[in-house]
């Protein structure tokens, strides 16, 4: 405490903030709960301004992730452990026989780390989790690669679409409910963000990336195909659609 007592107003003489958010786990509420008020009673009206980002714990199938019981799990470890997972998935499904060694590498190591980064910031953070380094990799579910491999399929039918007309003068009776469906997710991301910062909680960000991506993937799969659409302004239109899609995702 005291060492914390000591770090909180060198900070303030440093940077002079009127927030200052810890991160730490939930098991140490209490702890930045009287951090406050001792700063506070010391004379430090800048102490209103302390909030404690409390978190769940993360646990994996082997135990809890937590450092001060001695449960180290260095990330360097577990981000090798998530690119290995990527390696060997991806090696399973067979589709990148083709690529040079390295792009594979930097592939994998993308992979892993999308899928980890996403799999624990979907998870509102007050909740405790369960970590699974292989379920976090499927190429299909509420997972990072599964919203990688969406992106790219974005990109791929961006980079055979480059030649495009002018689609102002389109009007909404030409749209399907499937056009509709992916232009109302779209519109939502403003929101989205901004509740996401209200209620200091990356999860909304992730979940609503997740929601868009299915609508994305749905409109995809059951509209004429995008490359074999004849009206040259509804394919102008609908691959803006996609190109407004995958800088969201991105």
Avoid at 139 to 146: D, E, I, M, S
Avoid at 221 to 227: A, H, R, V, W, Y
């Amino acid at each position: 405490m005291t060492q914390d007592i000591g770090t909180a107003m060198i900070r303030h003489e440093e940077f002079g903030c009127q927030r200052y958010y810890y991160v730490v786990g939930n098991e140490q509420d209490y702890h930045f709960k009287v951090l406050a008020i001792i700063l506070k009673r010391m004379g430090n009206t800048w102490a209103e301004g302390i909030e404690h980002i409390s978190y769940g714990m993360v646990d994996l199938p082997s135990g809890k992730m937590k450092s001060r019981e001695g449960t180290v799990v260095d990330a360097d470890d577990l981000m090798q452990e998530m690119k290995d997972t990527a390696r060997d998935i991806s090696e399973e499904l067979g589709k990148l026989e083709d690529m040079p060694e390295e792009e594979k590498d930097v592939l994998f190591g993308n992979i892993g780390l999308g899928a980890l980064k996403y799999f624990i910031l979907k998870v509102d953070p007050k909740k405790r989790m369960l970590f699974d380094p292989k379920e976090s990799v499927d190429f299909n579910g509420n997972t990072g690669p599964f919203i990688q491999y969406t992106h790219a399929r974005i990109k791929s039918i961006l980079r055979k679409n480059s030649d495009l007309v002018d689609f102002e003068s389109i009007h909404s009776e030409m749209l399907t409910d499937l056009d509709l469906q992916v232009i109302k997710k779209l519109h939502e991301y403003p929101q989205v963000i901004k509740d996401a910062g209200d209620n200091k909680s990356p999860a909304l960000v992730a979940n609503y990336i997740y929601e868009l991506v299915k609508e994305f993937n749905h409109f995809y799969q059951n509209s004429p195909s995008i490359l074999k659409e004849e009206n040259e302004l509804l394919k102008s239109f609908r691959v803006a659609l996609c190109e407004t899609s995958g800088k969201t995702i991105k």
